[in-house]
């Protein structure tokens, strides 16, 4: 029976942590760019039952006659960001950018550098081109790109061109294993250290990065999909505190019954 009461636990557990995953895909639902997080379950080990039962013979014996297989219950083993691409939508704005493949490499104030695929462009004051909180658009060597005032036309590539067909800048795209990056907010991913403590640099999409300027990429998340997988993490919740409950009543009648004897 105690082995009931963890079991029961250990699934409440799981279905309070994949909630929180769940919740914050759906507030993310309309996030540009935004990666939806799939929690990982996995099951405790599994505990051998058997029943003792007296044996009549001349000195008093018990043998073990096995029941079977006892689960323990689950945990979130780990939380994985997926991936897949978000469906594009059309804005016909002149820096709204939408990749097929890799991530745009951006720096804020403090020199740190996160990867996006939200590519919600514009330029400061100065000209540079900055994403919709205000950090640095990365070009290919590594440095802000600066734009002119005149529109620009960028090609598939990533290659900014001028009016009159001159190329300015090229975007800095690059591509990572899944492993590779870290959630850093909403939209952002940070490079994790290598084997020699060194942040992965990340490659060139194989193939080109399919950029289409005039569109964003909108989040992965399906509102229908999330919503209906959280209801069923509550009803599995709401079973389990069920079993719990039932099994914290039997225990508390077990007590009071060895008590008076």
């Known amino acids: 029976m105690i082995k009931g009461l963890y079991s029961a636990f250990t699934g409440m557990e799981a279905a309070w942590r994949?909630?929180?995953?769940?919740?914050?895909?759906?507030a993310n639902a309309n996030t540009v760019g935004f990666k939806?997080?799939?929690?990982?379950?996995?099951?405790?080990?599994?505990?051998?039952?058997?029943?003792?039962?007296?044996?009549?013979?001349?000195?008093?014996?018990?043998?073990?006659?096995v029941v079977g297989q006892i689960g323990t219950g689950k945990f979130v083993?780990?939380?994985?960001?997926?991936?897949?691409?978000?469906?594009?939508?059309?804005?016909?704005?002149?820096?709204?950018?939408?990749?097929?493949?890799?991530?745009?490499?951006?720096?804020?104030?403090?020199?740190n550098v996160f990867y996006t695929r939200d590519g919600r462009f514009q330029r400061d004051a100065a000209g540079n081109l900055v994403t919709s909180a205000g950090h640095f658009v990365l070009g290919?060597?590594?440095?802000?790109?600066?734009?002119?005032?005149?529109?620009?036309?960028?090609?598939?590539?990533?290659?900014?061109?001028?009016?009159?067909?001159?190329?300015?800048?090229?975007?800095?795209?690059?591509?990572?294993?899944?492993?590779?990056?870290e959630r850093a907010g909403e939209a952002?991913?940070?490079?994790?250290?290598?084997?020699?403590?060194?942040?992965?640099?990340?490659?060139?999409?194989?193939?080109?990065?399919?950029?289409r300027q005039g569109f964003l990429e909108s989040s992965n998340a399906n509102l229908v999909e999330e919503l209906t997988s959280l209801l069923a993490v509550q009803r599995v919740y709401q079973a389990s505190q069920a079993v719990l409950a039932r099994l914290d009543t039997t225990l508390d009648q077990a007590a009071g019954e060895l008590g008076r004897l």
């Open 18 to 26: 994949y909630q929180d995953v769940l919740a914050n895909n759906i």
């Open 188 to 211: 952002y991913f940070r490079a994790l250290p290598d084997d020699l403590g060194q942040p992965f640099e990340g490659e060139p999409p194989v193939g080109g990065p399919g950029l």
């Open 36 to 65: 939806r997080e799939i929690a990982s379950l996995s099951p405790l080990p599994e505990v051998l039952l058997s029943q003792q039962a007296p044996v009549p013979a001349p000195l008093t014996a018990r043998i073990q006659a």
């Open 140 to 181: 290919e060597d590594g440095q802000p790109i600066t734009l002119p005032l005149d529109p620009v036309t960028v090609t598939p590539d990533g290659a900014i061109q001028d009016a009159a067909g001159n190329e300015i800048a090229a975007l800095r795209i690059r591509d990572f294993a899944p492993l590779q990056l």
């Open 77 to 111: 083993a780990e939380f994985v960001t997926d991936f897949q691409q978000g469906m594009l939508r059309q804005t016909g704005l002149e820096l709204d950018l939408a990749l097929s493949a890799g991530f745009f490499t951006i720096r804020d104030a403090q020199g």
